[in-house]
């Protein structure tokens, strides 16, 4: 029987994936460049985020365990493919001198000669880096992802605490958690908001690049090596919108948990006191205005289905 995937571990392969997105020198590619700045302007957003969450799975109490558990056995294999895969290319983009007659991974013009081996080596060893440094960026969009499915859990622990209620002093406890994660859960969502626009924008361009080719007289190499690369954003937008469309659902299921207490045997004030509750059910998306209306897999699904309809044309 394999060993569990606890949610300390699981950070642990999250942030070894990413380590490298955040080692100097930034290659000069814009998505590097715009996601490291990103992240740099939220620096201090992120270090908040990440030490609650770090806090909150140090202090977990068992049902709170069983729900990370939960997820992370639910999304594991997909994320971890995910991972191994990015890896994976950058290392068979690497090794393809040894089997190609080509000097170096990345076809490259230099001002000076590169024949000898001390300075071959060098440029060698910086493509190399710089090819691991892009997978380390790719899989930052997991880490991201790591975020949003922690929110979730918080809420859906918290649903659970909701429907154990009793009184009204339980209930104004759980109201000020549920403020504290929707702030916290607004947070989050606001350091990938632009990340996620930019990831959009990237897709949709390679997207229509990849119909335009497919319909030109272009070699077959060509084509296969597009599909592969729209192939590839699609995963990376959907690496986001599972689990925002998923906190989405969380962060509304609370106030809905209110439904599952037995409230007709409360007093008249603590009925209307959860009315209030249930009145509010405002859930948490991530949106960009007037761009990005809400990730969610229904948005997801209707971005695949716009740009098939753009390349048909």
């Not at 740099?40 to 770090?54: F, G």
């Not at 140090?58 to 729900?67: H, L, N």
């Not at 995963?235 to 439904?259: G, L, N």
């Given at each position: 029987?394999?060993?569990?995937?606890?949610?300390?571990?699981?950070?642990?392969?999250?942030?070894?994936?990413?380590?490298?997105?955040?080692?100097?020198?930034?290659?000069?590619?814009?998505?590097?460049?715009?996601?490291?700045?990103?992240c740099?302007?939220?620096?201090?957003?992120?270090?908040?985020?990440?030490?609650?969450?770090?806090n909150?799975?140090?202090?977990?109490?068992?049902?709170?365990?069983?729900?990370?558990?939960?997820?992370?056995?639910?999304?594991?294999?997909f994320?971890?493919?995910?991972?191994?895969?990015?890896?994976?290319?950058?290392?068979?983009?690497?090794?393809?001198?040894?089997?190609?007659?080509?000097?170096?991974?990345?076809?490259?013009?230099?001002?000076?000669?590169?024949?000898?081996?001390?300075?071959?080596?060098?440029?060698?060893?910086q493509?190399?880096?710089?090819?691991?440094?892009?997978?380390?960026?790719?899989?930052?969009?997991?880490?991201?992802?790591?975020?949003?499915?922690?929110?979730?859990?918080?809420?859906?622990?918290?649903?659970?605490?909701?429907?154990?209620?009793?009184?009204?002093?339980?209930?104004?406890?759980?109201?000020?958690?549920?403020?504290?994660?929707?702030?916290?859960?607004?947070?989050v969502?606001?350091?990938?908001?632009?990340?996620?626009?930019?990831?959009?924008?990237?897709?949709?361009?390679?997207?229509?690049?990849?119909?335009?080719?497919?319909?030109?007289?272009?070699?077959?190499?060509?084509?296969?090596?597009?599909?592969?690369?729209?192939?590839?954003?699609?995963?990376?937008?959907?690496?986001?919108?599972?689990?925002?469309?998923?906190?989405?659902?969380?962060?509304?299921?609370?106030?809905?948990?209110?439904?599952?207490?037995?409230?007709?045997?409360?007093?008249?004030?603590?009925?209307?006191?959860?009315?209030?509750v249930?009145?509010?059910?405002?859930?948490?998306?991530?949106?960009?205005?007037?761009?990005?209306?809400?990730?969610?897999?229904?948005?997801?699904?209707?971005?695949?289905?716009?740009?098939?309809?753009?390349?048909?044309?």
């Open positions: 029987m394999t060993k569990q995937l606890t949610p300390e571990k699981a950070i642990d392969i999250i942030w070894f994936s990413v380590v490298l997105s955040f080692c100097w020198p930034l290659p000069s590619i814009s998505q590097l460049v715009i996601q490291t700045t990103i740099v302007i939220n620096h201090d957003s992120l270090q908040y985020v990440v030490k609650e969450m770090l909150c799975i140090k202090e977990a109490q068992q049902y709170e365990k069983e729900i990370y558990n939960k997820l992370i056995a639910k999304s594991s294999i994320f971890g493919s995910s991972m191994v895969c990015v890896y994976l290319t950058s290392t068979a983009f690497l090794i393809g001198p040894i089997f190609m007659p080509v000097p170096f991974p990345c076809d490259a013009e230099y001002p000076f000669r590169v024949n000898n081996t001390p300075m071959h080596v060098i440029i060698y060893v493509q190399s880096i710089v090819s691991y440094q892009c997978a380390a960026h790719l899989c930052l969009s997991m880490f991201g992802a790591l975020l949003l499915w922690f929110t979730a859990a918080r809420f859906e622990c918290l649903a659970i605490e909701m429907r154990q209620i009793t009184n009204t002093s339980m209930l104004i406890v759980c109201v000020k958690k549920q403020l504290h994660l929707r702030r916290y859960a607004e947070k969502v606001g350091i990938f908001r632009f990340i996620v626009l930019y990831a959009v924008g990237v897709s949709t361009f390679i997207l229509t690049l990849c119909g335009i080719i497919l319909l030109m007289d272009t070699p077959l190499i060509v084509k296969i090596q597009f599909i592969v690369v729209s192939f590839t954003v699609l995963t990376e937008i959907y690496i986001y919108t599972w689990p925002a469309d998923y906190m989405k659902d969380m962060s509304i299921h609370i106030s809905w948990s209110a439904y599952d207490i037995m409230w007709y045997k409360q007093t008249l004030k603590m009925q209307k006191d959860l009315l209030k249930l009145i509010y059910q405002e859930p948490i998306i991530l949106s960009v205005r007037c761009i990005i209306p809400e990730l969610s897999l229904r948005y997801y699904c209707s971005f695949g289905i716009d740009l098939g309809r753009i390349q048909d044309r």
